[in-house]
């Protein structure tokens, strides 16, 4: 912890900042988790007591059988082709979910991980190490701000954590389970897979808690097991985050990261923010509305604007066909989804700016399950138009901005686009360096991939002909 401080952030409370110049991509802070727990995702919510099932470790960052896409599959015997193709689909679900908030504030295993707590409270105290800055149960609980209706619902999972809690162990006052559990509920930060795409437990790192909220951080969390095999890792290794600079930061300057996704408008995000970390965002992106206007413009074709009207009720029309979209997609109807996709989109055509966020979201949706349906073209297509809309409303250096600039790179490869996908794989390998680091199994995929584009792209220049023989002729074999 020779990079960040704690320090009085005003209003805010406790902050951290940079006792150094940082640069970007630099890694501040690697912390293990204080304690975690895994979800086990056939049944919501509770726990794997079971070691780590290796359904979970399937490689998702290429959709179809390539060279690259294969190479995970290695690690994993014993999966059976019921399970995945229950994975294969569970995993596209998520792809489609897209937007990952890091920090959950629902649905999180709270006794569970309130057990582990106290456990290793007993065990060590709230301190586990020299560089931990405070002892955990120093932490934010936000009690005191929780509206009757969450009260009540704390109190109810206090009683019920009591009731289990007590055999033959200290006993613990109300007061003070609540305090934990109020702890968990605004510190617990999100576990995700070894790609980074699926919520697999919670977790709870005393440092990274620290770290003050901005819609527009300058900096960004990752999971990292670091070069470890993907199934030893989930299996035995300490879940590890870092905190990584996403740009140049000065000496003094609060680090900052981001609680909630920023592709919502601010008044969005600050009411997610009130409502799940009892904040008022004061930010620069919200206080100036930043790129509220893209995110709700409208299409200008040839100078013809739509009527404010018209704007709203396409608008209205895409809120509720995301709906039945989300609805679809979860009872895995994927040809309904992507009729009720196209029929959106036509909707929205010459209304909604492709950065509207409405057309965001169904072009992600429609990109995702068009190349899962190996429609690569059309996929491809889609997929382009949403990394344009992106670019213009993430900052550069976003880890999901990076994702979804791979998934739009592997699609233009398998839709044999091979210039454009490299291009693509080559952006989001520059981002995931910044995001992810060099040695995360992401970004080691990405630049197995980017060897691979790289070659076949001089292939392609040399001869096209031959490159799309070859190309067909591997097709085939598969
Ligand atoms: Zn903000």
């Given at each position: 912890?020779?990079?960040?401080?704690?320090?009085?952030?005003?209003?805010?409370?406790?902050?951290?900042?940079?006792?150094?110049?940082?640069?970007?991509?630099?890694?501040?802070?690697?912390?293990?988790?204080?304690?975690?727990?895994?979800?086990?995702?056939?049944?919501?919510?509770?726990?794997?007591?079971?070691?780590?099932?290796?359904?979970?470790?399937?490689?998702?960052?290429?959709?179809?059988?390539?060279?690259?896409?294969?190479?995970?599959?290695?690690?994993?015997?014993?999966?059976?082709?019921?399970?995945?193709?229950?994975?294969?689909?569970?995993?596209?679900?998520?792809?489609?979910?897209?937007?990952?908030?890091?920090?959950?504030?629902?649905?999180?295993?709270?006794?569970?991980?309130?057990?582990?707590?106290?456990?290793?409270?007993?065990?060590?105290?709230?301190?586990?190490?020299?560089?931990?800055?405070?002892?955990?149960?120093?932490?934010?609980?936000?009690?005191?701000?929780?509206?009757?209706?969450?009260?009540?619902?704390?109190?109810?999972?206090?009683?019920?954590?009591?009731?289990?809690?007590?055999?033959?162990?200290?006993?613990?006052?109300?007061?003070?389970?609540?305090?934990?559990?109020?702890?968990?509920?605004?510190?617990?930060?999100?576990?995700?897979?070894?790609?980074?795409?699926?919520?697999?437990?919670?977790?709870?790192?005393?440092?990274?808690?620290?770290?003050?909220?901005?819609?527009?951080?300058?900096?960004?969390?990752?999971?990292?097991?670091?070069?470890?095999?993907?199934?030893?890792s989930a299996l035995h290794s300490q879940r590890r985050i870092e905190l990584r600079a996403l740009r140049k930061i000065a000496e003094g300057?609060?680090?900052?990261?981001?609680?909630?996704?920023?592709?919502?408008?601010?008044?969005?995000?600050?009411?997610?923010?009130?409502?799940?970390?009892?904040?008022?965002?004061?930010?620069?992106?919200?206080?100036?509305?930043?790129?509220?206007?893209?995110?709700?413009?409208?299409?200008?074709?040839?100078?013809?604007?739509?009527?404010?009207?018209?704007?709203?009720?396409?608008?209205?029309?895409?809120?509720?066909?995301?709906?039945?979209?989300?609805?679809?997609?979860?009872?895995?109807?994927?040809?309904?989804?992507?009729?009720?996709?196209?029929?959106?989109?036509?909707?929205?055509?010459?209304?909604?700016?492709?950065?509207?966020?409405?057309?965001?979201?169904?072009?992600?949706?429609?990109?995702?399950v068009l190349s899962y349906m190996k429609v690569f073209s059309e996929a491809a297509d889609y997929a382009r138009r949403m990394v344009e809309?992106?670019?213009?409303?993430?900052?550069?250096?976003?880890?999901?901005?990076?994702?979804?600039?791979?998934?739009?790179?592997?699609?233009?490869?398998?839709?044999?686009?091979?210039?454009?996908?490299?291009?693509?794989?080559?952006?989001?390998?520059?981002?995931?360096?910044?995001?992810?680091?060099?040695?995360?199994?992401?970004?080691?995929?990405?630049?197995?991939?980017?060897?691979?584009?790289?070659?076949?792209?001089?292939m392609f220049k040399q001869d096209e002909s031959v490159y799309m023989t070859m190309r067909d002729a591997a097709l085939k074999k598969q």
């Open positions: 912890m020779d990079s960040a401080v704690l320090f009085d952030a005003g209003k805010k409370g406790r902050g951290l900042r940079a006792t150094k110049e940082l640069n970007t991509g630099d890694v501040i802070f690697a912390e293990p988790s204080f304690s975690a727990v895994v979800f086990d995702r056939h049944r919501s919510g509770s726990i794997v007591s079971e070691p780590y099932k290796s359904e979970e470790l399937q490689n998702v960052g290429s959709p179809n059988g390539s060279n690259t896409a294969g190479m995970h599959q290695e690690d994993l015997p014993n999966v059976s082709q019921e399970l995945s193709k229950t994975t294969e689909r569970e995993e596209l679900q998520d792809l489609i979910s897209g937007h990952t908030n890091w920090f959950i504030s629902i649905h999180i295993p709270l006794s569970s991980l309130a057990a582990r707590v106290l456990w290793r409270m007993h065990k060590d105290t709230g301190i586990v190490s020299d560089s931990q800055l405070v002892s955990v149960d120093q932490l934010e609980d936000h009690v005191a701000d929780m509206s009757q209706e969450e009260l009540k619902k704390l109190q109810t999972d206090v009683h019920n954590f009591l009731e289990y809690w007590s055999y033959g162990r200290k006993q613990h006052s109300v007061d003070y389970i609540s305090h934990i559990f109020g702890i968990i509920k605004c510190n617990g930060f999100t576990l995700s897979d070894q790609r980074g795409l699926q919520a697999v437990g919670v977790g709870l790192f005393p440092n990274l808690c620290l770290a003050n909220h901005d819609c527009w951080p300058n900096c960004t969390v990752i999971l990292n097991n670091g070069n470890q095999s993907a199934l030893s300057e609060e680090l900052t990261v981001s609680y909630v996704d920023s592709l919502n408008l601010s008044a969005d995000r600050q009411k997610k923010l009130k409502e799940h970390f009892y904040f008022e965002c004061t930010c620069e992106h919200c206080s100036k509305h930043i790129n509220d206007d893209l995110m709700a413009a409208a299409a200008d074709s040839e100078g013809a604007k739509p009527s404010a009207d018209t704007v709203k009720q396409v608008t209205a029309f895409s809120e509720e066909c995301l709906q039945k979209i989300e609805k679809s997609r979860i009872e895995g109807n994927y040809h309904e989804v992507l009729k009720l996709c196209h029929e959106c989109l036509e909707k929205q055509e010459n209304v909604l700016a492709d950065t509207h966020l409405c057309k965001l979201r169904v072009l992600s949706v429609v990109s995702e809309g992106y670019t213009k409303l993430y900052h550069p250096n976003n880890a999901q901005l990076g994702m979804a600039i791979m998934r739009a790179g592997v699609t233009h490869w398998h839709a044999g686009q091979i210039e454009a996908g490299h291009g693509l794989i080559c952006k989001a390998y520059g981002i995931l360096l910044v995001t992810h680091g060099p040695n995360h199994a992401i970004t080691k995929d990405l630049e197995t991939m980017r060897t691979q584009t790289e070659m076949e792209l001089k």
